[in-house]
């Protein structure tokens, strides 16, 4: 079994038919992947669903917040 590498940087650019991806490692080692518009999709959709929709909620009001958006009386 190959050891896991460590990745450093991804690179992307279009191709005709597809993706190409670029991945680095630490150690130098570079990775040329072709990959068609289904494909990068499904791994946008598997990247999304491990990291979670963290990005698009909104964090809680602290209380500070919350007393600055009551109605304040006049």
């Not at 940087?9 to 289904?38: H, K, N, P, Q, S």
């Not at 990005?55 to 109605?71: N, S, Y």
Request: glycine letters at 6%.
């Amino acid at each position: 079994m190959t050891p896991t590498k460590k990745l450093a940087r991804v690179l992307t650019d279009e191709t005709d038919g597809g993706y190409r991806l670029t991945i680095e490692t630490v150690d130098g080692e570079i990775f040329r992947i072709l990959a068609t518009e289904d494909q990068v999709n499904d791994l946008i959709d598997e990247l999304d669903e491990l990291v979670g929709d963290d990005a698009d909620e909104t964090p809680p009001l602290t209380e500070e917040e919350e007393r600055v958006g009551e109605e304040q009386p006049s």
